[in-house]
């Protein structure tokens, strides 16, 4: 590898870190301030203009909290369980294209690479769970792995029919392929099925089971504190930050926007909206009951989603200049 491609890499990847830090910190900030408005309960507002200074004054306190380590809890693993489930989100942000030759690696499998690293996710919340040696956070944990690991199979179904329909699993060619019309058009039975499941994929509302806090405390977070409870809440907003891309670069047209042109603003934006509309799901919609979360998934989506498939085959078939 040259010198001027290392120093394009370290320059991306530092780029990204401070992507995340900047979605988290924004995402935190506007989702208090979204719901409360919501909610019409206007959250912080008396710690500079309109509480601007209350998200500084809360990162502080979870930086300088002391970092507690329950008596019978694995060390390693305890350690170990933040940084795993914050990586796979790192990884699959190498892999997002925003425009163009505007992007770490616009690699061949892209969509694959990040489904690959997705899968990871299921075995760090089993591992935070397990090692703090508490029913609750047990619980949360094998919750956690088991919701991630029902609604990866819709998700991936419903990912699937655009896979077939733009033939390559690389988002800047699945993009270019939705210049005239987008997916959610040809094909809004997959939109509705990925959207749910990747609502379900990251903990969002109302599929937040994992941390149900009238139930489990805070679930696989109970025993986190300081800087560990900072990764996972890391974790969470990088994952919204991904998934609201997949959303948007596999069926709302990515960059484009019809004669408006191409834009990375127009993709960016489409982002925000999908964030906010997950926001507006956690202020509207009440929480599932475990049983009929999983029961969603296995009985409803997956027979969903291998309809949808077969339909995107048959329109395929039948109109090929169209489909």
Not at 251 to 277: D, Y
Request: with cysteine; glycine share 8%.
């Amino acid at each position: 590898m040259s010198g001027d491609m290392w120093l394009r890499t370290v320059l991306w990847l530092v780029g990204l870190l401070l992507l995340i830090a900047v979605v988290t910190v924004m995402g935190v900030w506007w989702e208090r301030k979204f719901i409360g408005h919501l909610q019409r309960r206007r959250g912080p507002l008396h710690n500079g203009f309109h509480g601007l200074l209350q998200l500084p004054a809360d990162m502080v306190k979870m930086i300088s909290k002391e970092d507690i380590v329950p008596s019978g809890a694995d060390p390693w693993l305890f350690q170990l369980g933040p940084i795993l489930a914050v990586m796979p989100a790192i990884a699959a942000m190498g892999a997002l294209v925003f425009f163009p030759g505007f992007g770490l690696l616009d690699m061949n499998h892209g969509l694959f690479y990040i489904f690959a690293f997705q899968t990871l996710i299921p075995l760090a919340f089993a591992v935070i769970g397990w090692s703090c040696a508490s029913k609750f956070t047990l619980m949360g944990g094998l919750r956690a792995a088991a919701q991630l690991i029902s609604y990866e199979i819709p998700m991936l179904l419903a990912a699937l029919g655009v896979v077939m329909a733009a033939g390559s699993m690389r988002f800047s060619e699945i993009i270019t392929a939705q210049s005239d019309v987008w997916y959610v058009v040809k094909q809004p039975a997959g939109f509705v099925i990925f959207c749910v499941a990747i609502l379900a994929e990251m903990n969002r509302t109302p599929f937040d089971l994992p941390e149900a806090e009238s139930e489990l405390v805070a679930g696989f977070m109970t025993e986190l504190s300081g800087m560990k409870f900072g990764f996972v809440q890391l974790a969470e907003y990088a994952a919204l930050f991904v998934g609201s891309y997949m959303v948007a670069a596999l069926f709302l047209g990515g960059w484009t926007m019809g004669f408006l042109g191409t834009s990375p603003l127009w993709l960016l934006l489409k982002m925000a909206l999908v964030m906010t509309a997950t926001m507006w799901f956690r202020g509207t919609f009440p929480r599932l009951r475990i049983d009929s979360m999983m029961a969603m998934s296995w009985k409803w989506l997956i027979p969903a989603a291998l309809v949808n498939i077969m339909a995107v085959t048959a329109l395929a078939l039948w109109l090929p200049g169209i489909y």
